[in-house]
């Protein structure tokens, strides 16, 4: 009798054991509130590459950017009182038409709905600098625009990480160009207040995060976006390299050969020369 109730222990310390190793296969068998989950249920397949979510949210995003930002370049150009600020409207104005343009040409492909309008936010933001006079206005101007592009950077390099769609990967390349230089013509201002944003920073890294984004329109029918423009003054070009490619150096003509007292192209200078 002793052995048997020995026997038994055994054999329940071995089930135990088994069910201890199988219930947390069974119990993470149904995985479909993981991230892995949510990324593959808001994906859609393209000819360029998965297209997810959060690349759609980028694509909107970039868009709503040139829709209060290049108003508030526009301003800046027509009523600041320094240079530096005129200087950083121009660059403003004339970054976002080109990101626009590209944002818009891309949604098109994607099958992406675009606001035609920014948000009650950013038009908040554009009536704050437009009531603002004088100096307030400089100070407005700058650190209104530098936060908004701080924040979309941290974005640009996210999506540039992850994303596995080859137009949403080459507009975040475009971006990063354009958003970094903006955000040094900001800062040239002298007006950015970094205290300030590193608090604020600080403040929202100790909040909740915020829900996720609802899913994007499954409507079949997709607005035409309205383009912006730059103003006739703007005159900077745009930080992100163009297009098109660069015609070939290969003109199909022999290349000049070096005269007797010139040396080749490399060639060191001629035996017996002073250095």
């Known amino acids: 009798m002793r052995r048997i109730n020995g026997t038994a222990a055994i054999l329940v310390a071995i089930a135990a054991t088994i069910g201890a190793l199988i219930y947390p296969i069974w119990s993470y068998e149904d995985r479909s ?16 590459g998965p297209l997810s979510a959060v690349d759609r949210d980028f694509l909107v995003k970039v868009r709503l950017a040139g829709l209060w930002e290049l108003p508030a370049g526009r301003q800046a150009m027509e009523r600041a ?4 600020i005129r200087d950083a ?27 035609n309008e920014p948000t009650e936010q950013q038009q908040g933001w554009l009536r704050e600098m437009t009531e603002a006079q004088g100096e307030d206005y400089q100070r407005k101007f700058a650190n209104l625009l530098r936060v908004s592009h701080g924040k979309v950077f941290g974005l640009i390099g996210k999506v540039r990480h992850s994303t596995r769609n080859e137009l949403i990967r080459d507009l975040a390349d475009a971006a990063n160009i ?14 950015v207040d970094f205290d300030t944003i590193a ?8 909040q909740k995060p915020a829900p996720p984004p609802p899913p994007p329109s499954t409507s079949s029918v997709i607005g035409s976006p309205v383009p912006v423009i730059p103003p006739p003054g703007a005159t900077s070009l745009p930080s992100a390299a163009p297009e ?31 250095p």
């Open 33 to 48: 509130g993981t991230g892995l989950a949510s990324l593959q249920a808001q994906t859609v397949s393209t000819k360029w």
């Open 81 to 84: 009182p320094t240079k530096a």
């Open 89 to 115: 409207g121009d660059h403003l104005a004339v970054g976002h038409a080109d990101l626009d343009r590209r944002a818009r040409d891309i949604a098109a492909k994607l099958g992406v709905e675009l606001p």
């Open 178 to 191: 354009t958003v970094l230089d903006h955000i040094t013509m900001l800062e040239n201002t002298g007006m």
């Open 199 to 206: 608090a604020e920073e600080a403040a929202a890294a100790t």
């Open 244 to 274: 098109t490619t660069a015609p070939s150096d290969d003109t199909g003509q022999p290349a000049p050969q070096p005269t007797s007292d010139q040396p080749a192209p490399g060639a060191g200078a001629p035996a017996g020369s002073a």
